[in-house]
């Protein structure tokens, strides 16, 4: 089996569930309160450890409670946290999530110790770069700390898998060479190729992200599966229907879960059903990392 690493986010997620979200200047009441282990990076590392990947992860948390609770999290799943960095003097990264009756979620964040997660912390554990076979990173650390670590990633000859979230524009355009699977829905794919969510039908973004160099681009469409582009040729995928509790990591999952899959010699479109399948899974939970199922889950699904 090919080893896994995750450069990204570690965050402690504060999960309110209500009926919808307020308007400006309305107050509602919730009806729960969850904390839990979140983060893009720490959600895909927690879930390609639970579906039975090799897996370590670099990033960084607090000298605090929460980051505590962060390193232990993923280690009960069996990753590799012994390079996680703790930055003294700074709070663990926070996301407040509000999830509606549907599912559906929104989520600000609070960055903390992640903007720690720089080229000097990437050299320091070059060593970690240079044993992994597939690299797998987000946006909810510094972009140049991405580019670096893909440039360096490309240069060693290793699988780069990228989940461009939360979705910026002006990506530097050396970081699309450098991509051998991106990840992006259709509003992401747009901000990225264009700035605006909505600039670039389907086929016209799929055509200039080709063009810019990504060799694979996985669009997740939600209900509507996820659309596979391999050079010149297309296919969907479709999704895995699902009565949906909280979406919140969904995505996480599903890429953690392709990971593995490609980790362990399946072919790209076998790690993407493989992905729509563990996904479908999760979503019928609440929590990000607590919403992961394990292998044997996703076989029964």
């Not at 939360?166 to 901000?191: F, H, M, R």
């Amino acid at each position: 089996m090919k080893k896994i690493l995750v450069i990204g986010s570690l965050n402690m997620d504060i999960s309110l569930r209500l009926g919808r979200v307020p308007e400006a200047g309305e107050t509602l009441t919730a009806e729960n309160l969850l904390i839990s282990p979140g983060g893009k990076g720490a959600n895909q590392a927690y879930a390609a450890g639970k579906l039975g990947g090799n897996v370590a992860m670099l990033g960084a948390v607090g000298d605090d409670l929460y980051g505590r609770e962060l390193q232990a999290g993923l280690a009960s799943a069996g990753v590799d946290v012994s390079r996680l960095r703790r930055a003294a003097g700074v709070p663990s990264g926070t996301a407040v999530i509000l999830v509606e009756k549907s599912g559906e979620n929104r989520i600000v964040l609070v960055p903390g110790a992640n903007a720690c997660v720089d080229r000097e912390y990437i050299d320091r554990n070059m060593d970690m770069l240079e044993r992994c076979d597939i690299l797998l990173m987000q946006l909810e650390i510094p972009l140049d700390t991405v580019l670096y670590a893909a440039r360096k990633a490309r240069m060693l000859g290793k699988t780069v898998i990228l989940d461009p979230a939360p979705a910026v524009s002006g990506i530097p355009q050396e970081l699309w060479p450098c991509v051998d699977y991106i990840k992006p829905n259709e509003t992401e794919l747009n901000i990225l190729l264009t700035g605006t969510a909505d600039g670039l039908s389907l086929r016209e973004a799929l055509d200039m992200a080709g063009r810019l160099g990504v060799k694979n681009i996985w669009v997740s469409m939600g209900k509507n599966g996820v659309c596979v582009r391999s050079g010149d040729t297309e296919k969907w995928i479709p999704a895995v229907p699902a009565e949906a509790v909280d979406t919140t990591a969904a995505g996480d999952c599903f890429l953690a879960a392709a990971a593995v899959a490609l980790s362990k010699g399946k072919t790209p479109e076998e790690a993407v059903v493989y992905g729509t399948r563990a996904a479908a899974v999760a979503v019928t939970r609440p929590g990000a990392q607590s919403s992961v199922p394990s292998a044997s889950e996703v076989e029964e699904s």
